[in-house]
């Protein structure tokens, strides 16, 4: 992968990272960065997805799904997630 392309998808996970940020999530916070640092971009996208949906601590707002179907969308990944978030953000 490119540095640019590395670097694009790393500025567009970045705002995914203060879901993360509960007093629970403090250890994914930290892997998520991990994930980040190491160029597994797909985990850090999967990681913040189990999060929301096992936490059901709060709703999230639809630019959040739609950022987060974008990301999907961009790494090809082709799974249920987007669809249960926007059923928990309705």
Not at 4 to 11: K, L, N, Q, T, Y
Not at 27 to 40: G, I, K, M
Not at 46 to 61: G, N, R, T
């Amino acid at each position: 992968m490119k540095e640019a392309v590395r670097e694009e998808m790393r500025v567009q996970l970045r705002p995914l990272r203060p879901l993360l940020l509960t007093e629970r999530g403090h250890s994914f916070v930290d892997l998520f960065d991990e994930f980040l640092e190491q160029h597994e971009f797909e985990l850090a996208l999967h990681l913040v997805c189990e999060f929301i949906l096992d936490s059901h601590a709060s709703k999230v707002d639809k630019s959040t799904v739609d950022q987060i179907e974008r990301l999907h969308t961009a790494m090809k990944i082709d799974d249920r997630c987007v669809e249960e978030l926007r059923r928990l953000s309705s």
